[in-house]
């Protein structure tokens, strides 16, 4: 059985005027040089897209000058390769994903990118389009997506994963038309992901490479295994095929490169011209006679092969430069100039150098240097591939791997034994030529004890302070010490988590959960607000509340919007909402959900006939994938006419069966709390647990809590609850109202069963409401029109319009989700129908509805008396009077209590936990964490306060 899926709501938090370029590592490259416009034979031009850790793809202008030659091709031109060229400028830049893009390609003649990512996603962009900044997704992995390849002729892209599969893409219907199971061939499954794939031109035939150590390659029509090349000793990482599909060429784990005759099945030569692991292979050459390779320790090469055929020719290989990292994807350009993806965020450009025979006519210049013997290898021809077999003796026999076949698939090394390849290769270039530069990106963080404020350091190792609540970077502490900064700047102060935090893409990703976006709650004092708002005595706030209500403002005011006019349509028993709203009901504690209730029933909502062949049960899928605003410069749009253009999902389905929400009492557990308006569940199939308030005796002492717990106390101990404030409100944790004054009682945990329940409820002197009552009240509820929760009820927060928020869906058998939707801070409401058919149950709730999921008040007990040597009295219970209150009261509420009871001024009073003189807005929960330190009961002291002597 499958695990839940849940969705989670997350928002970007980063500079509004940040520089659009690379935070992360460069994961992938393409360059484009057929979509040169001009209509003369001279055109500037050359488009180079990067793919990065960070979730970017971008696109950069080269303004290179290119001419027409004879076969209608764009050629770079001989005097570009001279002179100085202009500087390279961003073209687009779009957050496609939410975790590292690991490849990209480009496809149908530079007018598609398609990028696969580690949030399993593969998504398609036309840059060209009537709508540039348009993306969707068209299909996605069960675990990271690692590589991709393009097939240009039948029009087909192949992506491989971790999941150990091979999807191969129809682009035109945006589906997938094949998929290979590579890990059924054997029981080492974990062996079995795919690091690398190739394709020749016609697609006839398709290569894929893995930790298995061998080259499967694969009919892709069928999805049959063709055969297998061994002879690597270690995984691998990057393949080559030539147009016609004759020869590949593999880059391993194990330092070398093999070139392959696909009739012969076997290994021609070997080049064993890399110290270390070889991690990226590129080539333009129909034939593959020249490559360029890139390995770990940062060494990138140039082959080259001469003569007839590969199996024929000489070849040499040049040590062109060295990166400062590995090597992950090389991307030339004609034999002009390299660009290389690393681990760093810039781009670095460099020269390459001409082939053997330009290098003879051409004059000697910084782009044709003289080539010292240093940073060359002259190699041996390729054997032939009916070259007579080579006698089993002549081969080592660790080198054979468990898959060989045949010794014949790892020739013998035309190096000598002795010799040190770190020192074969001096590379020519030590520096390059030009450099996109990136940006430092965030690497680690901590979050403050106010739970407002994260501290976090980036690559350059500067430490930040950033607001998560105003989405706005606070203060820059320069290159420091994370935890020496947080020590200075943290308070004794202590509230529960309600949000993560996730910053693999080098920015700050807040992540909301149904199980505790609600659960912090401070007093408004504590926040910083404008100077013209008047905060009332003890106001409390709710942080996740707060955020969300201003995160979907426009969300809100367009959903009333539209309310509104669909009451004025079709009256106030039909409102026009939007069609998931119809499907989905509010569930409030307690209700019996072992039947669905009819249609009719539900609140102002009704459901409209299902399309034909369409299950009721099952949720839709959502309209788009990705939306943003043009603010961000993103290729992405709520709705575009592009997306007509693609027949296929716009985004993976749930990955699991979906599980009905509902409300119910204290058994939940935070990590399965179910939310607040769901589908109906199926008529035969009742989806949920009898109601805790049943008269089921295994339900309630199911749904005895630690507080019930905490109220067995000695008999001797005073009964009665008394109160903190003056007024008489208490406080209860329903699904519909926030407490915004401190109404917090103090209460003396009682032994009786009722007072259990009393406390379960937040209440002393009120009794629990009866199933009958609930009922009651639900059946109101369905008559209800949208409560959103009122602006006016906070204080005034302006977040940033560029603040960008993701909805996505997560489950147990993953380790990353998939996003629903990407929009922004300003775009939501626009985008309102995508939101209302993506977004959680919890989070409709709460913005339709003004509902939350019900939650226990925490509270915590302790103890008064008087200090030692105070000659105060006692309060009435004695030494041992245990109370209980809110984690969060504070302590000049406890003080006002002892005033009360003791009839002294409580401006002379002063509390005391341990030796430590506590500050009248100290809370419960603060005084426990950060000075007593312990469990159990919180130990006060009360005593006068001395009096302060003045010096004359």
Not at 360 to 389: D, G, H, M, T
Request: one cysteine or more; hydrophobic letters at 30%; a negative charge.
């Amino acid at each position: 059985m499958k695990a839940a899926t849940r969705r989670k709501v997350s928002y970007v938090v980063k500079l509004c005027n940040e520089e659009q370029t690379h935070c992360l590592g460069v994961n992938s490259l393409a360059i484009d040089t057929s979509n040169c416009n001009a209509k003369t034979d001279n055109a500037e031009g050359g488009v180079l897209y990067s793919a990065g850790r960070d979730g970017i793809v971008a696109s950069w202008d080269l303004h290179m000058d290119f001419k027409r030659n004879t076969d209608e091709k764009w050629r770079l031109d001989g005097e570009t390769k001279a002179g100085a060229l202009p500087k390279t400028t961003c073209k687009a830049f779009s957050q496609m994903h939410t975790d590292w893009v690991n490849d990209i390609v480009l496809c149908e003649q530079g007018t598609c990118v398609v990028s696969a990512s580690s949030d399993r996603t593969i998504k398609l962009w036309k840059p060209y389009s009537d709508t540039p900044r348009a993306a969707h997704t068209i299909g996605y992995h069960t675990d990271y997506a690692k590589c991709l390849t393009y097939a240009s002729k039948p029009g087909w892209v192949a992506s491989g994963g971790l999941d150990r599969r091979i999807n191969i893409w129809d682009i035109e219907k945006s589906e997938a038309a094949l998929t290979i199971d590579a890990g059924m061939l054997h029981n080492t499954s974990s062996k079995c992901s795919i690091y690398a794939l190739a394709v020749n031109t016609t697609g006839s035939i398709l290569a894929s490479g893995s930790p298995e150590k061998v080259v499967r390659l694969w009919d892709p029509k069928s999805g049959k295994r063709i055969s297998k090349l061994t002879g690597h000793t270690d995984n691998i990482r990057a393949l080559l095929i030539s147009e016609d599909g004759q020869y590949i060429l593999s880059g391993s784990s194990d330092s070398t490169i093999k070139l392959w005759s696909v009739k012969a099945q076997r290994c021609l030569t070997t080049y064993e011209t890399h110290p270390d692991s070889v991690w990226s292979l590129y080539s333009n050459h129909p034939e593959l006679k020249t490559f360029y390779s890139g390995s770990r320790d940062g060494l990138v090469n140039k082959t080259e092969i001469t003569g007839q055929t590969l199996a024929e020719g000489d070849s040499e290989c040049i040590g062109l430069f060295r990166e400062d990292s590995g090597v992950l994807k090389i991307a030339a350009l004609e034999d002009a100039y390299v660009w290389t993806a690393t681990s760093s965020s810039s781009i670095n450009r460099w020269l390459s150098v001409p082939s053997i025979e330009s290098r003879q006519v051409l004059p000697r210049s910084e782009f044709n240097p003289e080539i010292p013997s240093s940073a060359l290898i002259k190699l041996p021809p390729a054997k032939s591939a009916y070259s007579p077999q080579v006698a089993d003796a002549f081969v080592a026999s660790d080198q054979i791997t468990m898959y060989a076949g045949s010794v014949l698939s790892i020739p013998i090394s035309y190096q000598d034994d002795d010799l040190d390849n770190e020192d074969s290769l001096t590379p020519l270039r030590t520096a390059p030529d030009y450099v996109i530069p990136g940006k430092p990106g965030i690497t680690s963080h901590l979050i403050l004890h106010n739970r407002r404020h994260l501290l976090t350091k980036d690559t350059n190792g500067e430490i930040t302070m950033w607001d998560l609540t105003k989405c706005i970077q606070v203060k820059n502490f320069g290159k420091r010490d994370l935890e020496d900064v947080a020590s200075e700047v943290n308070s004794l102060e202590s509230f529960p988590a309600w949000c993560s935090i996730d910053t693999k893409i080098g920015a700050i990703t807040v992540q909301l959960h149904e199980f505790n976006c609600f659960d912090c709650e401070m007093y408004a004092d504590e926040v910083e607000l404008p100077d013209n708002y008047q905060v009332r005595e003890d106001q409390r706030l709710n942080l996740g509340k707060w955020v969300i209500a201003n995160l979907f403002e426009k969300f809100i005011e367009q959903e009333m919007k539209n309310e509104s006019e669909g009451n004025a349509r079709y009256g106030d028993d039909q409102p026009d909402r939007p069609e998931s709203v119809k499907s989905r009901t509010v569930q409030t504690p307690g209700e019996d959900k072992s039947t669905p209730e009819p249609v009719p029933t539900v609140p102002s909502i009704s459901i409209p006939p299902p399309p034909p062949n369409v299950n009721v049960d099952e949720p839709k899928f959502p309209r788009l994938a990705v939306t943003t605003n043009a603010v961000d410069q993103s290729p992405f749009l709520p709705s575009s006419p592009q997306a007509a253009q693609f027949a296929g999902p716009f985004t993976a389905p749930p990955s699991s069966n979906p599980q009905s929400d509902y409300f119910s009492g204290a058994h939940h557990t935070p990590a399965r709390r179910e939310s607040s308006v769901q589908l109906p569940p199926p008529a035969a199939l009742p989806t949920s647990p009898t109601s805790p308030t049943s008269g089921n005796f295994m339900n309630r002492l199911k749904n005895l809590s630690v507080k019930a717990k905490l109220s067995r106390v000695p008999t001797n101990e005073l009964p009665g609850n008394e109160l903190l404030a003056p007024t008489t409100s208490t406080t209860s944790i329903s699904a519909s109202t926030t407490p915004t004054e401190d109404t917090t009682q103090l209460q003396q945990p009682q032994p009786s069963p009722q007072a259990q329940n009393a406390t379960l409820n937040g209440s002393s002197g009120e009794a629990k409401p009866s199933d009958e009552t609930k009922l009651k009240d639900i059946e109101e509820s369905k008559s209800e029109s949208y409560t959103p929760p009122h602006l006016e009820d906070f204080p005034p927060l302006e977040i940033p319009s560029s603040t960008m928020i993701i909805v996505a869906e997560e489950s147990a058998e993953a380790s990353t989700g998939i996003d629903l939707y990407r929009g922004t801070v300003g775009s939501v409401g626009e985008d309102a129908g995508t939101i209302i058919d993506v977004a959680p149950s919890w989070l409709l709730s709460y913005l339709l509805y003004n509902k939350t999921p019900p939650k226990e008040t925490v509270k915590l007990t302790f103890v008064l008396k008087p200090a030692t040597g105070s000659s105060l009295d006692e309060l009435p219970g004695g030494p041992n009077n245990r109370l209980l209150a809110n984690r969060v009261l504070r302590v000049r509420k406890l003080i006002q209590y002892i005033s009360e009871k003791l009839s002294i001024e409580d401006g002379s009073l002063e509390l005391l936990c341990g030796d430590t003189v506590l500050t009248p807005t100290m809370t419960l929960a603060a005084i426990k964490q950060h000075i007593l330190k312990t469990s159990g009961d919180i130990p006060l002291c009360y005593r006068l306060k001395e009096p302060v002597i003045v010096n004359e």
